[in-house]
């Protein structure tokens, strides 16, 4: 008889009735083979970069595919202390697949050597690159300059429009509905922001980082063909001034996305993850969701995909076996499992999208076609990939203008520099590394 697939987990982790340990090993699941056609075991490495093994994979897609590929060894590393990318790297353990965010493609796959252009995979097996929502998929490939196809998504967070029924009831204003623009939520919020009796109440909040990186004019802070800065501009300007109106309302402020579980914000856009953690927290919260506002500039486009990709690494020595895995997790069967759990999808299936939530009690009843109401935004031009990657955080900027009163073009030319003198300050560490 063949062997069949294990299941292994190399971190403190917990899926099913599979637990083990930090130190790797631990209990496995063997299904048998087809004892007909036996192929030759293959044992592969799927890196967790993002998330818990735990929050995406859950048993029943675990089974599903030991019962698809009953020769196949599944070692699932999850990242943290001691398993991160050198820790891989110096212990000789290299994934076959990675999962990571695809905003990480340049910093972490490509730094580490680990980038692989699938299209040949990809033709060889037949997989259906049509099937993924085209802006979502555009995205992942921006990422690197070449336009190769490094990864494939596979999951995605979904920003919304989260409201607070309560607090709209309180105060009797109609609640949010999808297809709004911005300026009418600003309307909203200006109807919601008060004091009443001893209780401040907030009609908006946001994490201004996200609204600027994932935006919705397709723009992006760093030139794609030059070692700086571009955000003192008429885009950023716009999405500067669209969002500070928000907090500069009276007793208004930029409240952490976590306050929502309080009940005393009635709106936040966030990804569709956090609002499960605020329901949990706080489980008589009254919320629903519509459709993120879209701009009166760029009506009727959601944000830019927050993606996260497989990658078949160059360094596996199974390429087909892991494309086999990574297409089949890709498959209408997996990613509508995945959906009902309330993981976001990126295929264009209406079918997979109408099932989100349906296994998780706190998306019960609520508008999740709010979800995919609107198209993503697309990809910003691809940026050079022999440029310094830096980080850019939009949060102190934008808190720093709302506090001290800064008009939006000193703070985005303010910023600007500030950026460009952490480029500088990266070019001359690689400079000096290369010598």
């Not at 063997?30 to 007909?36: D, H, K, R, S, Y």
């Not at 800065?229 to 007793?251: C, K, M, Q, S, V």
């Not at 910003?380 to 808190?399: I, K, M, Q, T, Y």
Request: charged share 20%.
């Amino acid at each position: 008889m063949v062997k069949g697939i294990r299941t292994v987990f190399t971190s403190c982790l917990l899926i099913g009735s599979v637990l083990t340990g930090c130190s790797g090993g631990g209990e496995s699941v063997q299904t048998g083979g087809n004892a007909l056609k036996p192929k030759e075991p293959v044992t592969l490495t799927l890196f967790f970069a993002q998330s818990s093994p735990a929050e995406v994979l859950d048993q029943a897609v675990l089974d599903a595919l030991q019962k698809k590929f009953p020769h196949i060894t599944l070692n699932i590393i999850a990242r943290g202390k001691g398993s991160d990318y050198p820790d891989l790297i110096a212990q000789g353990t290299l994934p076959d697949i990675l999962y990571e965010s695809a905003a990480f493609t340049t910093s972490r796959v490509m730094a580490n050597g680990f980038e692989y252009d699938m299209q040949e995979l990809v033709k060889k097996h037949g997989f259906n690159l049509g099937s993924i929502e085209p802006n979502v998929l555009a995205q992942t490939v921006a990422q690197n300059s070449e336009s190769k196809l490094y990864g494939l998504p596979f999951t995605m967070n979904k920003y919304a429009l989260f409201y607070n029924k309560d607090v709209f009831d309180r105060f009797g204003v109609p609640y949010p509905s999808n297809g709004m623009t911005w300026d009418e939520a600003y309307a909203l919020s200006g109807k919601l922001t008060r004091v009443d009796g001893s209780v401040t109440y907030l009609g908006f909040t946001a994490q201004p980082n996200n609204i600027m990186l994932n935006n919705q004019l397709s723009i992006s802070p760093l030139h794609a063909k030059e070692d700086k800065a571009t955000i003192n501009n008429d885009g950023y300007r716009l999405l500067y001034d669209n969002l500070r109106r928000f907090f500069e309302l009276p007793n208004a402020t930029i409240a952490p996305l976590g306050d929502f579980s309080k009940g005393t914000i009635a709106m936040m856009v966030n990804s569709h993850p956090g609002i499960i953690g605020a329901a949990r927290a706080n489980p008589s919260l009254n919320w629903d969701v519509a459709a993120v506002p879209s701009l009166k500039e760029r009506p009727k486009i959601g944000f830019k995909p927050a993606t996260l990709a497989l990658f078949v690494t160059q360094t596996s020595k199974h390429k087909d076996e892991a494309f086999e895995v990574v297409s089949y997790l890709l498959s209408e069967e997996v990613q509508t499992a995945l959906v009902k759990n309330g993981v976001g999808t990126p295929l264009k299936s209406d079918a997979v999208k109408k099932a989100f939530g349906q296994n998780v009690p706190e998306w019960q009843g609520k508008n999740v076609g709010a979800l995919y109401f609107y198209p993503d935004a697309p990809p910003s031009e691809a940026r050079a990939s022999h440029l310094v990657d830096v980080g850019v955080d939009f949060g102190n900027s934008f808190a720093a203008m709302v506090k001290d009163k800064i008009d939006s073009n000193t703070a985005l030319r303010s910023f600007e520099e500030q950026i460009n003198q952490t480029i500088e300050t990266a070019k001359a560490a690689k400079a000096a590394k290369s010598k």
